[in-house]
């Protein structure tokens, strides 16, 4: 039997942290840690909430607004419009 959902079409949001991390191996200022380097210095402060945020600001539907010109989707008092 043939598949008969519509396809999906996959969206890459990008979420660059150079403001955030300064020069920082994940920005790609230095070599990528390999796998036997120490959790404590491959930690990203806030990768999790960053990550959480953006995906639910985009599934909200006010992502388009939001990604286009985040200053101007944002008000004084800091709330997505």
Same mark, same amino acid.
């Given at each position: 039997?043939? @598949?008969?959902?519509?396809?999906? #079409?996959?969206? #890459? ?7 955030i %991390? $300064?020069?920082h191996? =994940?920005?790609?200022?230095? $070599? #990528? ?9 491959? %930690?990203?402060?806030?990768? @999790?909430?960053?990550?959480? #945020? ?14 286009? =010109? ?9 709330t997505?419009?």
């Open positions: 039997m043939p @598949n008969t959902r519509p396809e999906k #079409v996959l969206t #890459v949001l990008e979420e660059p942290l150079r403001d %991390y $300064d020069p191996w =994940s920005t790609g200022a230095d $070599d #990528v840690p390999d796998a036997g380097t120490p959790d404590e210095a491959v %930690y990203l402060p806030g990768r @999790n909430v960053l990550l959480t #945020v953006k995906a639910s600001v985009f599934r909200s539907g006010t992502a388009p607004r939001c990604f286009e =010109s985040p200053a101007r989707s944002i008000s004084a008092t800091g997505v419009w």
